[in-house]
């Protein structure tokens, strides 16, 4: 399925006729960058000039929702709703419909360009117009690539006036540019209640455990599988989870348990469980005290950057607002490259990014800063210029 709207560009289009932006690094060292400026020329000089095509393991975006607001930042509050005069705009919300869409579209396609074969992005949404970015993403990435819809839930219950239910939700797009991506699988811990409900037995020492089965569904033909154990074959149309020699050796460790009527179970003890599966609604509220509009839980970013990247990876965000994705990948031990227009926004990401404590694991935070050359720029707007007006006497 694909959305067809007004001034949607083809993606050879967007490909080549995309600026890129003549960057110059202003300070730093080390491999992680900072880049003020519009991102999707920015993400074009990453791939023209920093050769990166290709090289990115994991993005994650948090754009704008189409929400026609304006996010404003001041000494004493951040704020989404309330602002004062003295307020500085953080950054402005105003594209909507079919400009916002390919507004998306046309940095997914260069992203998709930068990732690399066994890389994956999360694209932050909301409600309102999460279902119909879904759809550009499909487009772009292949819809046999979508891999999950992650519910957020991001505040306490509303009590709102409006006939509809309360919002307490965001959406996360997840993604992959192939069939195999990086994955590393995150356990969730087990609550009180998980540990109760899971682990109803209790042993001599007053360890909770249960009890799984030592078979499972299918016949082996000739593999020690399907041999006798301590006298019995297992049931018809299964056979031994395990070798029966591995059997011999957790019964000698005391994790087999007998039934009554002679069947045997494998023990399993709730303090040595790792946690559970991770399913698809995660409840990651907005911080009580943002330095910046939009700003995301610092955990929600690490549990994303530990999922799908490996310590030797790059990690993108082209809208970092307060750089709590640059924060995650470096206390994770990742290689990070961070984009935004916003000053506001560069100004709090630098100085999040300096109060970040080191240690053995955290290294010392380094990184170049980049902006676009101003110089080029004027000669730039200057060549533009000449051209317009020979195109006009031409004409004329």
């Known amino acids: ?49 920093f050769d990166l095509k290709g090289k ?9 929702f189409a929400t026609n607001n304006h996010f404003t930042i001041g000494d004493e509050r951040v704020s989404t709703i309330s602002n004062s005069k003295n307020d500085k705009t953080a950054y402005k919300d105003e594209l909507l419909g079919s400009d916002f869409l ?7 396609i260069l992203l998709r360009e930068l990732m690399s074969e066994r890389g994956s992005i999360y694209l932050h949404i909301d409600y309102k117009i999460g279902h119909y970015v879904k759809i550009i ?22 009590n709102f006036s409006r006939k509809a239910y309360g919002n307490v939700k965001d959406l996360i797009l997840f993604y992959s540019k192939t069939s195999n991506p990086i994955w590393n699988e995150t356990k969730e811990k087990l609550s009180e209640a998980d540990i109760e409900r899971l682990f109803k037995k ?9 009890t799984i089965p030592l078979h499972a569904p299918g016949e082996t033909a000739n593999g020690p599988t399907g041999k006798e154990w301590k006298g019995q074959l297992p049931p018809k149309g299964r056979h031994w989870r395990t070798d029966p020699k591995i059997l011999d050796e957790w019964e000698k ?18 303090d040595e469980k790792e946690g559970k599966k991770r399913q698809d609604i995660w409840e990651y509220k907005d911080t009580q005290y ?58 709090i990401t630098q100085k999040r990014l300096k109060n970040i404590p080191t240690n053995l694991l955290t290294p010392e935070v380094s990184f170049k800063y980049f902006e676009e050359n101003k110089i080029a720029r004027k000669e730039n707007t200057v060549s533009t210029k000449k051209q317009l007006v020979n195109k006009e006497l031409v004409v004329k």
Request: aromatic share 6%; glycine share 6%.
């Open 56 to 64: 990115i393991d994991l993005i994650y975006i948090d754009p704008p």
């Open 202 to 210: 209790i042993d001599s020492n007053g360890r909770r455990y249960t």
């Open 137 to 158: 993403m499909d487009e772009v990435f292949g819809i046999e690539n979508f891999r999950n819809d992650i519910t957020r839930i991001k505040c306490n219950p509303k």
């Open 253 to 270: 460790q005391g994790l087999i348990e007998w039934s009554k009527t002679g069947n045997p179970r494998k023990i399993i003890y709730a």
């Open 290 to 347: 943002p330095n910046y509009p939009t700003e995301k839980n610092l955990n929600l970013l690490k549990d994303l950057v530990l999922a799908s990247s490996k310590e030797d990876s790059i990690v993108l965000d082209c809208f970092c607002g307060s750089g709590t994705t640059l924060i995650a990948s470096q206390e994770l031990g990742r290689k990070w490259i961070g984009i935004d227009q916003s000053d506001e926004a560069i100004k």
């Open 102 to 108: 390919e507004f998306i579209r046309e940095r997914l």
């Open 1 to 49: 399925m694909i959305l067809h709207y007004p001034n949607k560009r083809t993606e050879l289009e967007i490909l080549s006729e995309t600026k890129k932006l003549n960057l110059v690094s202003l300070f730093g060292s080390g491999e992680n960058k900072l880049i003020r400026g519009n991102n999707l020329q920015a993400m074009k000089s990453l791939l023209e000039d």
